[in-house]
């Protein structure tokens, strides 16, 4: 069936309603894009397959299934026509990765037969090998049909990795259900979500980010952090972050004790638009000795893909040999990287943090236009986002990091990384506090500037009712002069005008001025008098 080609956009609506454009489908129907799209069974076994289980009672994989039919999100199927789709599902771009004893070979994947072949010889040559790595950057319908064909790999490896929702509806197909602990323990696959911090220079380049994102097949969006005051920043600067995932994958059982180990590392594509944060995360090594010859100056920071190759190649002899005890091993240094960039978002949290702070303290900041109530606007989008962070950090390190049962390791090399995790949680956890904090401050002083605006506002109407005492009683008197035909004939009574009007007006304005203390005695007098009333007899 020819679908329509329509522009199609990445957004952030999680409503799924008949009138919405992207709607494909609650979660409690059929799928409405299975009915649409026709599949060759003969083509397409691990897609046929991820319908059985579908059908079978894991209904959670169906929008993996909608996903490879689309070969992009599913919410995009009206938008993207059959040449769209045909060009999206053969995306390929992967390198495999032969860790030997003394050397670690790349040899890049470029298209599906390169990777058919690939995956075929996988098991052929042992020689000196120890385990190989496929890194692969985006996924598409040949690279999840043609891996998860060849190496039998869970579903899941791939549906947790296709989407980056924090939250979800009643009605979304794309829900994403924690296992239970004792499930995952069995999973040889863990996905990590992490966050690229971007500085975008104006609105029209963080537009041009978010349509780039719109490229990926994986669903991915750029959050926008909001103008900031130009004292401190560019004059319409952003900084955008991005929702990033990386996921790892290992063959958990070996047909022979001497065959290498067979890895997966799923990647996202860069977003190019603007510039990393500050320059982007530090160096995963030490700076080395001005003496050693050796060094090979590493190029400007590329694509998580080529930056992972980048590190992966560079493991020491060390590194390489404790594969054979964590094949997780293999996965260190990404889990770095990814540790790196919540290391670099963390510190921008805090910087904005401060600027908030002193924006609370700054008078002149509060008597801008929006004033506090837009610092308190920021501190709720940070406050919210806090906790999700947190959230992911813990997930990390209870999932991946402290992992000490994993499919044929006896080791668990990740946890090396549990105090770099464990610090980035403490710091969300004060930052959390921090925003708490600062909003019940920020609360107050609101309070505290609406009751004096309240005290302003009651001092000027004081002020127009002495203006009203003083006017009224002329105007009256005034009129009241003005009832004879004949003017001449006031000149001989004309001081008689101010001879009342003086003292009526004087005794207006002390009436008005102590018409409370008036009223007081007044209501004395008569509870008095109508206490003497009930005691006569």
Known sequence: MEVPSRPYRNTSSHYATEDDKYYFGDVYEPSRIRQVYERTSSKTPYLDYIDRLTDSGWSHLRYLADFMRVTTSPRAWRFLSRADI???????????????????????????????????????????????????????????????????????????????????????????????????????HFNVRYEQARYLETLRIFNKAREEAATFNVLRKVDRDGLWDPKHDVHSCDVGTVRSKMSFWVRPHKSQPSDPFIGILLVDPPITEGFPLWGGYNSLAPCPSMTDVSVVLRPVKRSVFEESIYWIERMSREEVSSIARDSRAMFLKPLSIACSEWILLVRYAQTRSSQLEWEIEDPHLRHRRHGLSRTLGKLHTWRRRFPIYRTIISEILDRVVRRDEFPGSTDNVLKSLEKDFQLLFWDLDELHNRAERMISVVTAVLSI?????????????????????????????????????????????????????????????????????????????????????????
């Not at 043609?146 to 791939?158: I, K, N």
């Not at 127009?464 to 009224?472: D, I, M, N, R």
């Not at 008689?496 to 009526?504: H, Q, R, S």
Request: charged share 25%; net charge negative.
């Open 86 to 188: 045909v060009e999206r599902g053969s995306r390929i771009k992967a390198a495999m990765l032969v860790f030997r004893t003394s050397t670690i070979e790349r040899y890049n994947i470029t298209d599906l037969d390169n990777l058919n072949h690939t995956l075929q010889m996988k098991d052929t040559d042992h020689h000196d090998v120890i385990a190989r790595l496929f890194v692969v950057e985006d996924l598409s319908r040949d690279l999840i049909e043609a891996f998860g064909s060849h190496l039998d790999l869970d579903p899941t490896f791939f549906s947790g990795h296709i989407s980056d929702y924090f939250w979800y509806n009643t009605s979304d197909p794309w829900i994403e259900l924690p296992d239970m602990d004792v499930v995952a323990r069995q999973k040889s």
């Open 449 to 537: 500037e609406e009751s004096q605006k309240a005290l302003e506002q009651n001092r000027s109407l004081g002020r127009l009712t002495y203006l009203a005492a003083l006017f009224v009683p002329l105007s009256f008197i005034s009129s009241f002069f003005s009832m004879s035909e004949d003017v001449t004939k006031l000149s001989k009574t004309f001081w008689i005008y101010f001879a009342i009007a003086l003292p009526v007006t004087l005794l207006a304005l002390l009436a008005t001025r102590y018409s409370h203390d008036l009223n007081v005695i007044w209501k004395k007098t008569v509870h008095r008098a109508g206490r003497r009333l009930t005691e006569d007899p």
